[in-house]
């Protein structure tokens, strides 16, 4: 999500040791460095050496690829770059909408007319700003497969309302003035906000899961009134979960007006990148949370020293002012009068009661999670896994399973200078569990160990666990920690106080079928972080964007990868290197477009990342806004290879202001021939979200927020739209769909005329 992301404040200022700190230890080992000089790249036809051991044979998700993709399979001729409104992909591709923000799960809702006049509450509508997505197939007993293919669901994230503007008839009411309108966080005024707009919006959140379509094979919409199609909002009661030995103290500390016992909370939030599990349930992962919470002009608020330590680190209101200028969080959801159910209320943080089990000082502590769903069960509740950690989550991703082993799951935190983490089960997996539901999420994601990734300058790393018994946890002088429960809530200062390496906003992570290796997007960065001086091995460029929308640091992001020694989940080192640097590719080749793009795959801010289990490939999704001269996000198709196969390259790094400085690193090379541009959205969308049908032939994309830069209104909504897909008639690539309009986030699906599969 390029607006609400860009725009997050630094929250880390703990003392750990920034990528600048370790490469002044330098690249340490010299054979390394012969190894790797510019130049020697993978060539086309390499093949990669294939991980031993075997994946287990139907576990609902990743499975051990036969041979890994080479440069020559990449067959599709690739897209030029796009400032259309509209869907661009290859000559003999199609794309279709499958379904749109609004649309209805249910055919007792109205069908969605496009004039934000919808009067229900959008329980029973598809989300807004479609994110993560994951498809699961169902055998002929409803459990999740991957050996059968004739039905299946897609359980898709909803964001934000970050563009709720489109779906009241005047914009979004501020409240105290009438007829003052706004249409983003922070510029609403302490007034009552009208309580079917904060409805919609709290419902424009979550998880939809709807029923596909598929005749002969071929996946045609999505059905309506199917018993699977469900939405999973913020209202949703959910079971709070974690290890037995501190399940007392993680729900006294999720102990609310709404469960003083902490056994349950409600719902889920800002669901950005998803994950799903070996045993066929998705991970939706709860990232921009932090700013939904308000404490009204003059509450009282709350004077415990941990709570209020918490809230700063993790960017949660610690104040009570008074009108928009002194605002910096939320849309005045606690605003409308509540009918009973405190659905409303709990967006107020202040000091209210007694104690914190009276009012909803602890509210913020009961998101931030990877909540886990049963798509093949409507009924069932989700969980909070609270083990694997609280933070800003964005994506959750597992290694290749494998027999009586444990598995890891691998996660982000997005903001700057935050941390990679992951997540080691302490069961081992079994493949009896495959379409387990959530009685298998309680055997693997309850018991575990929770770890912080640390970067060495030499291209190793080490995972350190965040386990209260670590001597720099128990001791830290900045947070008293008081025991494990305290450690999974408060995950990132513990995180702090073990030292991981602060990194550029981890966006999505990904695993290769083909080796086991982890790839994870740092998306971008500003020069408050990166400037010459400032730079280190992992996040080596600082420069100036010469052209059309500037920035400076490291406006066009990058992608890191590593692997684990041993090729173990447990295995507590890794080495790592960098695959990939966006550039502008009229960008200075030696410094700054350190990849050699081309025209053909030049792209910016990479944030969405997924391997294909049928071909290998890996998807590069984009959210950029520095590129956008040129440009509309995109999705690319790379070749993976393998971590060091790059090169030893030095950098000449200079921005006005700051005296140059060089940085080296490996890796970051890739020809024409192993990175193309397979697809342009629409304008002002974010492209995100990968699924794929068994056969590899449908691959499944989300266009979120186009015209997410329409210009605020006046008092009737008469926009000026930058975006009005995909309702706006376009016939070049992608069918007109729905009403026209009010641009709306869509899930897409891509086939090859022919039949084929898509990109190879
Ligand atoms: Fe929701 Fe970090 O993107
Ligand atoms: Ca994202
Ligand atoms: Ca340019
Ligand atoms: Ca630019």
Same mark, same amino acid.
């Given at each position: ?12 200022? *703990? ?8 490469? &002044? ?40 690829? &036969? ?43 109205? &069908? ?185 002009? %003059? ?10 330590? *918490? ?52 509210? +913020? ?105 670590? +001597? ?78 500037? %920035? ?154 186009? %015209? ?46 022919? %039949? ?5």
């Amino acid at each position: 999500m390029t607006t609400h992301s860009d725009s997050m404040p630094i929250e880390n200022t *703990s003392n750990n040791e920034h990528f600048q700190d370790v490469l &002044a230890r330098g690249l340490a080992d010299p054979s390394r460095r012969a190894l790797l000089r510019r130049g020697v790249g993978l060539s086309a036809a390499t093949v990669l050496p294939a991980v031993s051991g075997c994946a287990s044979s139907d576990e609902g998700g990743l499975k051990m690829l &036969a041979e890994p993709l080479s440069a020559a399979q990449l067959k599709f001729t690739p897209v030029t770059k796009s400032v259309l409104d509209t869907v661009v992909v290859p000559t003999g591709y199609t794309a279709r909408v499958i379904h749109a923000t609004g649309d209805r799960l249910f055919s007792t809702e109205t &069908a969605y007319g496009n004039a934000g006049l919808e009067a229900d509450d959008w329980s029973r509508r598809i989300g807004d700003h479609h994110d993560g997505m994951e498809m699961f197939y169902l055998d002929a007993n409803g459990k999740v497969t991957t050996t059968a293919t004739a039905r299946a669901v897609l359980a898709v994230n909803h964001e934000s309302s970050a563009d709720a503007h489109f779906f009241h008839p005047n914009g979004q009411t501020s409240g105290a003035k009438t007829g003052q309108k706004f249409s983003q966080f922070g510029a609403w005024d302490d007034g009552v906000r009208p309580a079917l707009e904060v409805d919609k919006e709290i419902n424009h959140h979550g998880v939809s899961v709807v029923e596909l379509n598929i005749t002969n094979g071929a996946i045609t919409g999505y059905k309506l009134d199917a018993p699977l199609n469900r939405r999973v909002t913020p209202n949703t009661v959910v079971d709070v979960r974690g290890p037995a030995a501190h399940l007392d103290g993680i729900r006294q500390l999720f102990a609310t007006k709404f469960d003083p016992k902490g056994t349950t909370a409600r719902g889920t939030l800002n669901n950005c990148g998803s994950g799903r599990t070996p045993w066929g349930t998705m991970l939706t992962c709860e990232e921009n949370w932090a700013f939904y919470f308000n404490m009204p002009a %003059g509450a009282t608020v709350p004077t415990d020293t941990k709570l209020m330590a *918490s809230r700063t680190r993790y960017g949660v209101a610690t104040t009570a002012p008074a009108g928009a200028a002194g605002r910096r969080t939320g849309q005045g959801w606690y605003t409308p009068a509540d009918t009973g159910d405190m659905r409303f209320e709990r967006w107020n943080i202040a000091a209210g009661g007694a104690a914190a089990a009276n009012d909803f000082r602890n509210e +913020p502590h009961t998101f931030g999670y990877n909540l886990e769903i049963d798509p093949a069960d409507a009924t069932s509740r989700p969980a909070k896994r609270v083990a694997m950690g609280r933070f800003a989550h964005e994506a959750s991703v597992y290694s290749i399973p494998r027999a009586g082993q444990p598995l890891a799951f691998y996660m982000g935190c997005d903001s700057r200078n935050e941390y990679i983490y992951k997540f080691v089960t302490a069961a081992s997996w079994s493949a009896s569990d495959a379409g387990g539901g959530m009685a298998a999420g309680n055997k693997y994601l309850d018991e575990g160990k929770l770890y912080v990734a640390k970067f060495n300058a030499d291209g190793t790393g080490q995972w350190l666990e965040l386990s209260y018994d670590a +001597p720099a946890i128990r001791t830290y002088s900045a947070f008293a920690f008081a025991n494990q429960a305290e450690v999974y809530v408060h995950t990132r200062i513990a995180a702090d106080a073990v030292g991981a390496t602060k990194m550029d906003r981890p966006e999505w992570g990904a695993v290769n079928p083909a080796n086991g290796e982890v790839y994870f997007c740092l998306t971008n960065n500003n020069s408050t972080n990166r400037k010459p001086g400032t730079t280190d091995a992992a996040n080596p460029r600082a420069y100036a964007d010469p052209d059309g929308v500037k %920035g400076s640091g490291n406006p066009n992001g990058h992608i890191i990868r590593f692997r684990e020694t041993g090729d173990l989940a447990t295995a507590t080192t890794f080495k790592w290197d960098i695959f990939l640097f966006g550039a502008e590719e009229d960008m200075d080749s030696t410094n700054v477009n350190v990849s050699n793009l081309s025209a053909n795959n030049a792209l910016s801010s990479p944030d969405g990342l997924w391997f294909s289990q049928a071909t290998g490939i890996l998807w590069i999704e984009t959210d950029d806004g520095a590129f956008t001269d040129e440009t509309n996000c995109m999705l690319l198709a790379a070749v993976p290879g393998a971590v060091g196969d790059g090169a030893k390259v030095t950098i000449t790094n200079s921005l006005s202001g700051s005296t140059a400085t060089q940085e080296t690193f490996v890796g970051g090379l890739l020809g024409e021939a192993r990175l193309k541009r397979f697809l342009v959205g629409p304008k002002g969308a974010e492209i995100t979200g990968v699924a794929e049908s068994a056969d590899g032939k449908a691959l499944f994309v989300n266009i979120q927020h186009p %015209g997410e830069n329409t210009a605020a209104l006046g008092s009737n909504p008469t926009f000026s739209f930058e975006s009005q897909w995909p309702g706006n008639g376009t016939t070049s690539t992608a069918t007109t769909y729905g009403p026209a309009g009010r641009p709306r986030s869509a899930t897409i699906v891509i086939t090859r005329t022919d %039949g084929g599969v898509v990109g190879r």
